[in-house]
């Protein structure tokens, strides 16, 4: 049974600084791993997509890494402003489209 | 394009009553997948149509169930409410299913609030 962590769940940095969020993984057999950001009372909106066979997306200040081997993945939001302030969730993608989500990171940057 | 669209927004329902909630996919995805979300489980998969044919599900009892439609849009029905399925509940759409450049796109869900 999959099962997805993020850790740390709360994040607080200063504005201007590189965020690292953490997303660690149980099964390997995985599709491809979408990161996710959720703003309070809403939906979810899609960041970036790895495909398992993948190291690295990008799009504009975001990376995204995946390393199969060790079971994680790493988003990189650089020069952070405080409207990246939201919660972050990864998920794997297993059989059909069934997602297995992490707990999220909640970020809070201050101006 | 229009995005996921769910509606209600809001339901507020009382114990015992059952519910549906309504996904419309956006255009030319042909899978929807729904997921409850609450702050002590997160988010858990309820279940995945494709082709109005149910693919996955997940590990919810049988009081949940859906539908999907010939024009893909989607319902997901709850029966016999408990206080416990007080949740926001998320409806994504695809393209296509089992697909790994398939991204899933979310809605703005549907909040129940049993009571």
């Known amino acids: 049974k999959q099962e997805v962590t993020q850790i740390p769940a709360a994040l607080s940095v200063p504005e201007g600084e590189n965020l690292v969020l953490n997303c660690s993984f149980t099964d390997s057999a995985i599709y491809n791993l979408q990161w996710f950001r959720q703003d309070p009372g809403k939906g979810l909106t899609s960041l970036l997509l790895?495909?398992?066979?993948?190291r690295e997306q990008t799009s504009g200040r975001l990376n995204a890494s995946l390393d199969k081997s060790s079971g994680r993945s790493t988003l990189y939001i650089a020069a952070s402003q405080p409207g990246d302030s939201a919660t972050y969730l990864c998920a794997a993608k297993a059989a059909g489209n069934k997602l297995t989500f992490g707990g999220g990171t909640r970020v809070l940057v201050k101006p | 394009k229009a995005g996921v669209t769910q509606t209600p927004r809001y339901l507020i329902k009382t114990r015992g009553q059952q519910v549906t909630l309504s996904c419309s996919p956006i255009s030319g995805h042909r899978s929807v997948s729904w997921y409850q979300q609450t702050p002590g489980q997160g988010l858990q998969f309820l279940f995945e149509y494709f082709s109005e044919t149910q693919r996955n599900k997940g590990n919810f009892p049988g009081r949940f169930s859906g539908r999907q439609f010939s024009n893909s849009r989607s319902e997901m029905n709850v029966s016999t409410l408990e206080l416990g399925d007080s949740a926001l509940y998320l409806c994504?759409?695809?393209?296509?299913?089992?697909?790994?450049?398939?991204?899933?796109?979310f809605g703005n869900g549907t909040r129940l609030t049993v009571t």
């Open positions: 994504a759409s695809s393209l296509l299913s089992g697909s790994p450049n398939s991204p899933l796109h």
């Open positions: 790895i495909q398992s066979s993948q």
